[in-house]
């Protein structure tokens, strides 16, 4: 089993992505998709943001950086999410909790210290300062093709007398100088529509494999929250037993025994004459 599978692995993708082959609606789905992932990169760059501030404000102990922490570990959930409904690429999730804030730190040094010393939260720390750069660029590249195509096609019609205006125009490789060039400027913006409409759907799925290389815990660190669950969760069980045994131990033996003649009493037939007696017996 290799360590892709491992580590979370494939599941089936939703089907209008359209991973083979080329689809119009696949198309138009990825780039709406590659929309939202620029929208979520806008997100990491403001979540990047405030824990730099919370790590650099004055303040007692670790101050706000454990409440900014939070809100990332929030936005990489989401991505998560994303992640495995769009492109069937499980992230796992965190082992464990964010780690406990140390009594009496204070500082700089201590909070960037603190972020440091949890594998999962150091990771998801250098995901957000990344994200808005590399996730926004792969996220944006057929939101680019599509408004250069755009553009050239704006150009077939409109090219020359912008060039005139502007002192030279150019449209990628090609300067626009006449007619027939803007003429070439918009069968390249008419060719890059389609090439956007085949890359949106790869390139989302392309993120979500960067997505799960940023923040994708270890094998070790796996295995050491999945011991940690089931030590806890043993531990939880034990004790409940033991609270169990504690609560008979406080039952006097007297009490059982008076219950059990009370139970047996009352399942037993009682006979009339048993019953003229005890009415009659004095209180």
């Not at 090439?195 to 759907?201: N, Q, R, V």
Request: with cysteine; glycine share 12%.
């Amino acid at each position: 089993m290799d360590r892709a599978k491992r580590l979370g692995g494939n599941r089936p993708a939703d089907e209008s992505t359209g991973p083979g082959g080329f689809s119009v609606t696949a198309g138009w789905v990825g780039l709406r998709r590659a929309l939202t992932l620029c929208w979520t990169a806008t997100a990491a760059l403001g979540r990047s943001l405030s824990v730099c501030g919370a790590i650099s404000l004055m303040g007692p102990g670790l101050g706000l950086v454990p409440r900014a922490m939070e809100g990332i570990r929030d936005l990489a959930a989401r991505r998560r999410a994303l992640a495995l409904r769009w492109s069937g690429v499980e992230i796992p999730g965190p082992p464990g909790p964010l780690p406990p804030v140390p009594e009496g730190a204070s500082g700089v040094v201590a909070r960037y210290r603190w972020i440091m010393s949890d594998p999962q939260t150091r990771r998801e720390y250098v995901w957000v300062l990344v994200d808005p750069l590399a996730g926004a660029l792969l996220a944006f590249l057929p939101l680019a093709l599509v408004l250069s195509g755009v553009w050239g096609i704006f150009l077939a019609f409109f090219g020359v007398p912008l060039s005139a205006e502007w002192d030279g125009l150019w449209y990628q490789f090609v300067p626009i100088e006449g007619q027939a060039t803007a003429v070439l400027a918009g069968v390249l913006g008419v060719l890059q529509l389609p090439l956007a409409l085949w890359a949106a759907p790869r390139v989302v799925r392309r993120h979500a494999l960067y997505t799960r290389a940023m923040l994708a815990p270890s094998e070790s660190e796996l295995m050491a929250g999945r011991i940690q669950g089931l030590s806890g969760g043993s531990c939880r069980r034990r004790g409940a037993w033991c609270a169990h045994l504690r609560r008979c131990r406080r039952l006097p033996t007297l009490r059982v025994a008076a219950l059990l003649r009370l139970a047996a009493g009352r399942t037993r037939p009682r006979s009339p004459e048993l019953m003229r007696r005890r009415s009659l017996k004095p209180a």
